[in-house]
């Protein structure tokens, strides 16, 4: 079978879309098919260029390529998962998220705009039409399924993936941090976390891993921790290697990871192969799909307060933190979480 992935990238910004495509493309070819990755470039402002990357979407044609059918199209993200194919299945990562459920939030922008809630209906039509193109909807959590049903009443089948290097990760005895490795960006809540680190009562260390989205919101982050008096309390690693990262996790005392309403979130998982309790929030989206308060982490109220509290609680209780975090690898094991999976339900 010949497979198109279609996805969209925000040229020089690389999370965890970008790490699911090449996921998702190295399982099928290794399953014998033909597959590639066709990424459409995206930007979001001013809001007329969504309006225009919609279009362009929809004017490709995908059918085939050098003169051979494309057999299949797996649809990943807005606006890609528009391309027109007469045989596609969608593999939802997430709609176009300020046009849903974070409108009329602080984190979205659209509102601001004069046409602001014109390009919002544009979006959510177009969405309610291509879903009847396609044969199945997947998607990659049960945070994104439940999202897709409030907003557009379309049914959707959750199918969870593994983490990147899901096999090479391990446990060691902690040092003295927690880690908190994701993309520096608003919805991560990397504020929050510093917010909290100052409330905490024990001398709470925390390690940041990750590129930020934007030179400003970084110097925010970092003018905060001045601010609050905390810089001896944390370290920003930047972007380290995969290498490196499995390794922080496996020192850790536990993972901090509060974003806000998260898709599915590596993260979880990865702390979970690691045998390390998560510290989330009750707002926080996939990562409650798997954190059971009290047995495999904790969860907080998405506050400093709070937050800081679930910090101190780990900080005081390393044997308990050992414990839960042991309890989510054994939990994690038993999902029987494989690309394999995957694969068989993409391309059935």
């Given at each position: 079978?010949?497979v198109?992935?279609?996805?969209?990238?925000?040229?020089?910004?690389?999370?965890?879309?970008?790490?699911?495509?090449?996921?998702?493309?190295?399982?099928?070819?290794?399953?014998?098919?033909?597959?590639?990755?066709?990424?459409?470039?995206?930007?979001?402002y001013?809001?007329?260029?969504?309006?225009?990357?919609?279009?362009?979407?929809?004017?490709l044609?995908?059918?085939?390529?050098?003169?051979?059918?494309?057999?299949?199209?797996?649809?990943?993200?807005?606006?890609?998962?528009?391309?027109?194919?007469?045989?596609?299945?969608?593999?939802?990562l997430?709609?176009?998220?300020?046009?849903?459920?974070?409108?009329?939030?602080?984190?979205?922008?659209l509102?601001?705009?004069?046409?602001?809630?014109?390009?919002?209906?544009?979006?959510?039509?177009?969405?309610?039409?291509?879903?009847?193109?396609?044969?199945?909807?997947?998607?990659i959590?049960?945070n994104?399924s439940?999202?897709?049903?409030?907003?557009?009443?379309?049914?959707?089948?959750?199918?969870y993936?593994p983490?990147?290097?899901?096999?090479?990760?391990?446990?060691?005895?902690?040092?003295?941090?927690?880690?908190?490795?994701?993309?520096?960006?608003?919805l991560?809540?990397?504020?929050?976390?510093?917010?909290?680190?100052?409330?905490?009562?024990?001398?709470?260390k925390?390690?940041?891993?990750?590129?930020p989205?934007?030179?400003?919101?970084?110097?925010?982050?970092?003018?905060?921790?001045?601010?609050?008096?905390v810089?001896?309390?944390?370290?920003?690693?930047?972007?380290?290697?995969?290498?490196?990262?499995?390794?922080?996790y496996?020192?850790?005392?536990?993972?901090?990871?509060?974003?806000?309403?998260?898709?599915?979130?590596?993260?979880?998982?990865?702390?979970m192969?690691?045998?390390?309790?998560?510290?989330?929030?009750?707002?926080?989206?996939?990562?409650?799909?798997?954190?059971?308060?009290?047995?495999?982490?904790?969860?907080?109220?998405?506050?400093?307060?709070?937050?800081?509290?679930?910090?101190?609680?780990?900080?005081?209780?390393?044997?308990?933190?050992?414990?839960?975090?042991k309890?989510?690898?054994?939990?994690?094991?038993?999902?029987?979480?494989?690309w394999s999976?995957?694969?068989?339900?993409?391309?059935?």
């Open positions: 079978m010949r198109l992935i279609v996805t969209t990238q925000v040229p020089f910004v690389r999370g965890g879309a970008e790490i699911l495509a090449e996921g998702l493309l190295k399982a099928i070819r290794t399953e014998g098919h033909e597959a590639e990755i066709v990424a459409i470039p995206f930007k979001w001013p809001p007329e260029r969504i309006l225009d990357t919609m279009l362009a979407c929809r004017l044609d995908l059918s085939e390529a050098c003169g051979q059918v494309v057999d299949r199209i797996i649809g990943l993200k807005f606006p890609a998962y528009l391309i027109p194919h007469p045989n596609k299945v969608m593999w939802l997430h709609q176009h998220r300020t046009a849903y459920d974070l409108w009329q939030t602080n984190y979205c922008d509102i601001y705009f004069p046409n602001g809630l014109q390009i919002r209906e544009a979006i959510i039509n177009a969405d309610n039409q291509i879903m009847k193109e396609y044969s199945s909807i997947y998607t959590a049960g994104v439940k999202r897709l049903k409030k907003f557009n009443q379309v049914d959707s089948i959750p199918l993936h983490p990147q290097n899901s096999e090479l990760f391990y446990c060691q005895e902690p040092d003295d941090y927690f880690f908190f490795p994701s993309r520096l960006t608003t991560k809540r990397q504020e929050l976390v510093i917010t909290a680190i100052a409330q905490t009562k024990n001398p709470v925390v390690l940041f891993a990750g590129k989205d934007t030179i400003a919101y970084a110097e925010h982050l970092n003018n905060l921790a001045k601010k609050l008096r810089t001896k309390k944390i370290v920003f690693l930047g972007e380290i290697s995969e290498e490196e990262k499995i390794r922080r496996a020192k850790s005392i536990g993972v901090i990871y509060p974003p806000l309403d998260e898709d599915y979130g590596y993260v979880t998982l990865e702390a192969l690691a045998s390390k309790p998560v510290i989330t929030c009750t707002d926080s989206g996939g990562s409650l799909e798997f954190i059971r308060h009290e047995e495999t982490g904790l969860y907080s109220e998405p506050t400093p307060q709070s937050l800081a509290a679930a910090m101190d609680q780990l900080w005081e209780n390393r044997s308990w933190a050992q414990f839960l975090g309890a989510g690898r054994d939990y994690y094991d038993s999902l029987n979480i494989s999976k995957v694969v068989q339900k993409l391309l059935s």
